[in-house]
């Protein structure tokens, strides 16, 4: 062993044969990112089991079922023909006298504007209102019934463009006419006949151009999207 000139090899001696291996020391940053990575993993384990219970339970297909029902837990009622979800049907409005046959109750089964009996009445302060718009609808091919003022029950009570009345088997007269107006309410009443209403609102200006209304009314008897095999709703 050779000793450094000036030190006293006796007194400075090196003994054993290992010698210490030098490195950095570790960081603590890398113990955090890898306890957080152990976390990340174990999470991710927890998640799977609990996805597998969920599909060998058939917890799903009940959570699927809640998703169908209303808040009170009863199944979704259909709407009533030539209704408007979440509109009220109105009783008691007038239907004219001498309608044509009834035209059946399928919203989608659309009559030709010729076989329908259309009663124009203003429900505004508008003088004359109810005369010019007859003639509107006269003019694409509809047959004009009654033309006057709103009943009581309707007068300045409408607040939007127009509101449609039709009864069951004037369901798919009804969506005719209500897709000649922008905003239209379309509601049902007691009626056995295929006549339908058209009360003028507040907020009317004149009837859709043809083309328009003919894309309305296309949009309105598209038909549902089917239910998937897997029961949503």
Do not use: W
């Not at 007194?11 to 290992?18: F, K, S, V």
């Not at 030539?82 to 509109?87: H, K, S």
């Amino acid at each position: 062993m050779l000793t450094p000139q000036g030190l006293k090899g006796k007194q400075y001696r090196i003994t054993g044969n290992a010698y210490p291996r030098l490195g950095r020391p570790p960081k603590k940053s890398r113990k955090i990112i890898a306890a957080l990575a152990g976390l990340l993993a174990l999470a991710l384990i927890a998640l799977g089991g609990v996805q597998l219970y969920d599909i060998f339970s058939g917890r799903n297909k009940h959570t699927s079922a809640q998703a169908c029902a209303t808040p009170s837990g009863k199944p979704l009622a259909a709407p009533a023909p030539g209704a408007t979800p979440g509109t009220p049907a109105t009783s008691g409005a007038p239907a004219a006298s001498g309608a044509p046959a009834a035209q059946g109750g399928d919203p989608h089964t659309i009559p030709p504007a010729t076989a329908v009996t259309v009663n124009i009445y203003n429900a505004t302060t508008k003088a004359g209102l109810a005369g010019r718009t007859a003639e509107e609808f006269k003019k694409r091919g509809f047959v004009i019934g009654k033309v006057g003022n709103a009943p009581a029950e309707l007068d300045k009570k409408v607040p939007g463009t127009a509101q449609v009345i039709a009864g069951p088997s004037g369901a798919g007269a009804g969506t005719l006419v209500g897709s000649q107006i922008a905003g239209a309410t379309v509601t049902a009443d007691a009626r056995t006949d295929a006549s339908v209403d058209f009360v003028i609102g507040d907020s009317y200006n004149a009837l859709l151009d043809e083309t328009q209304a003919a894309a309305a009314l296309a949009l309105a008897i598209k038909p549902s999207p089917t239910p998937s095999a897997t029961g949503s709703c």
